[in-house]
């Protein structure tokens, strides 16, 4: 009885709460929850009421520790929905680089490879042009520097868009709940939609054992005249407004978030030796985050009896800030749907 009673109720709060504005409730508050929310609003005219429920807030999630460089890295399998996502969250950097928000640039580099890859996601970028050998041979730093790319991509600085995002979020009528969710059973009736944007909390929170951790180490420093960003298969040198990103680890079902300051000498080593001037750097600060890695991001609508509607949207890997906007855009239709289709039943 009291599954039924409750399914009924849900059912009886749609119908009875039809005149009041759908409430949709957003789990996490790192870049997807943030720009999932946005969209949301923005796709839903304001329609709605939504609330990012989240246990870490910027900037205390791990989307604060990427550097924000754009590029797929570590986003699974559906290659052309990732091109797709990272195409349009291009096109919004544009357009939040046209407002004058800081934290946001266009940077070229290069990407020195031990064995050639020119992904289909580089027509993306600008300037993209493959090293001949005289070329490589003048770059190349160490042994495995056998080929090369030069391209410009962007860079968006996490932190302070979360930021822009939440102002935005709120000045639309948006409300922000800070709590660890155990269970989706404590959200009761008091959501029609929920969409999960928890990234490696969904491991524990829906049960998904194909989330896990890769862990990535950084060392913030200052070097000015440091203008380009070099990659290569173990470190990486990414630039933002005010300091140098040196990284890069990719440990996975790691999830120890204590600095070691072994894995830090190594990272400022590799990265001197790819480009020496880093020799005069001033070190800032170190850095952890656990990428929350699955073999394709679930973008997708999950029904199950007696809960509202679940959109899930997290698994994005080493790309969360690449693709966010695409995944949020993607995110919105789907509530948006589910909102049409409801009323359509009333
Ligand atoms: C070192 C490093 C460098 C990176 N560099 C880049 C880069 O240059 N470019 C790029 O595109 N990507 C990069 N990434 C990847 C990017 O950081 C992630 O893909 C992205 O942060 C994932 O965003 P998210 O919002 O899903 O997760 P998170 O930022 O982890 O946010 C998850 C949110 O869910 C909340 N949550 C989880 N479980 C619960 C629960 N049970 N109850 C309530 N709230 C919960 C958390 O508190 C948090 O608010 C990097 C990652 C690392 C570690
Ligand atoms: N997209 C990236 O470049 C990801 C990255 O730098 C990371 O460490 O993850």
Redesign the pocket.
Same mark, same amino acid.
């Given at each position: 009885m009291f599954l039924i009673s409750r399914c009924f109720t849900h059912q009886l709060m749609t119908f009875s709460n039809a005149k009041m504005p759908p409430k949709i409730a957003v789990l996490g508050a790192g870049i997807i929850g943030v720009s999932s929310a946005l969209a949301i609003q923005q796709i839903c005219q304001k329609n709605v009421e939504v609330t990012i429920i989240a246990e870490r807030f910027s900037p205390d999630t791990t989307s604060d520790v =990427? =550097?924000g !460089? *754009?590029?797929?890295? !570590?986003a699974g399998s559906d290659v052309e929905r990732v091109k797709e996502w990272t195409r349009l969250t291009i096109e919004r950097i544009k357009e939040y680089m046209s407002e004058g928000n800081l934290g946001a640039e266009e940077k070229s580099g290069y990407w020195m490879q031990s064995v050639k890859e020119v992904p289909d996601w580089l027509k993306l970028m600008k300037n993209v042009k493959v090293l001949n050998e005289s070329e490589v041979a003048a770059i190349r730093k160490r042994p495995g520097h056998n080929f090369g790319v030069f391209y410009t991509t962007w860079y968006l600085e996490p932190t302070r868009y979360i930021d822009y995002c939440t102002k935005k979020i709120m000045e639309n009528g948006g409300k922000i709940i800070q709590r660890k969710i155990e269970n989706i059973d404590e959200l009761g009736n008091d959501f029609d939609v929920i969409v999960n944007c928890t990234g490696l909390g969904s491991r524990v929170l829906f049960n998904d054992e194909t989330i896990r951790p890769c862990r #990535?180490q *950084?060392v913030r420093v200052s070097c000015p005249q440091v203008r380009h960003f070099f *990659?290569d298969d173990d470190f990486?040198t !990414?630039i933002n407004d005010s300091c140098l990103i040196l990284? #890069?680890t990719?440990d996975l079902d790691q999830w120890e978030l204590e600095v070691n300051s072994k894995t830090a000498q190594k990272i400022i080593e590799g990265n001197c030796q790819n480009i020496p001037s880093l020799r005069h750097a001033k070190i800032l600060s170190h850095h952890i985050g656990l990428?929350p890695c699955r073999p394709t991001v679930r973008l997708e609508k999950e029904i199950k009896n007696n809960y509202p509607p679940i959109i899930h949207n997290y698994g994005h #890997? #080493?790309?969360g800030?690449?693709i966010h906007w695409g995944c949020a855009l993607e995110t919105a239709e789907l509530v948006n749907k589910t909102i049409i289709e409801r009323k359509s039943h009333l």
């Open positions: =990427a =550097a !460089l *754009i590029e797929p890295f !570590l #990535g *950084i *990659i990486y !990414l990284g #890069g990719k990428r #890997g #080493g790309s800030v690449t």
